[in-house]
């Protein structure tokens, strides 16, 4: 069978420059300038980026996914699937894949979205590699990560500290190299009530009830255990090596979801990675939810922290929760 290969990568940010500086002023008049000085001493967050006011997270997938390509040497017309990952989708229902399929004008391409939070680009690029594997006429493949999360979020709470806005996207072709190697997965549904938007949908359609209570904006209603991520990440990642047959030692960068540094020190450190080899972009991106990992290792390839023929783990974490890794060599 043919085994995908990741043959380009690219990552949009939008223009808007959001300091930690600029929400301290803003939170002042509150008296909860405070909450920014301990989310960045806690996550290593010290700016990010927000789009226009009247974007959708289609508008942000789009320029990352034509870079993508052009990297890739392929046109729109080329793509036989495009795979996005978001929880911050342009509606409820048509897909923001399909809505991205007709801007980009991939004429010939079908589409579907992955909805697990910010495991969802580790989730797609296994679900394009397994449909590369099995399917011969699918030859070009599409994978994007978006978020806008910022424009579902009550900007009067401090917690819109985290949000960045932007979008990843990757091109996976078939080839007979090794490429994509395998995958693991976690979830634990009894924390869904956490961390959400939870009136939209049929549990609690939207209305003005809902709208004024603030329930169809993001959430945080109670926090996850740390040791989630720090007993979930490596778990993972151990499960990917015996699964894959590869050893820490034969990584050359971990991906993990950037919303916390010192979680992903922690991590690297229960696994015996070295901090070098654990790409970190939160500190200037903020936390990009259903994008991060694309986009870190999009930068990470810009800096050349990673480069063709590396070993490469993604692992992402997202409300639910779902947790998601992929090997591959690049």
Known sequence: MPIARL??????????LVTNDALRRRFAATGEADAIDKFEAASGILQRYHAPDDWATSD???PAARQALERAGKRPEDVDLIILGTDSPDYITPST??????RLGAVNAGSFDIGCACASFPTGIAAGAGIIATSPGIRTVLVVGAYLMQRLADHHDPMVFFYGDGAGAA???????????GSAYLADGSYANCWGVFAGGTREPASEAAVRAGRTQVRLVRRYPPEINDAGWPRLFRQLAERCHFSVADVDQVIFTQVRRS???????AIGLPRSKAHVVMDRFGYTGSACIPMALSDALEQGRAAPG?????????VGYNQAAVALRL
């Open 7 to 16: 043959t380009a990568i690219a990552h949009y940010l939008p223009q808007r």
């Open 310 to 318: 590396d070993l490469v783990v993604l692992i992402g974490s997202g």
């Open 60 to 62: 942000l997938a789009l």
């Open 97 to 102: 894949s399909v809505v991205l399929q007709h």
């Open 171 to 181: 091109v996976l072709e078939p080839g007979k190299s090794p490429g994509f190697l």
């Open 263 to 269: 979680t992903i020190e922690q991590a690297a450190d």
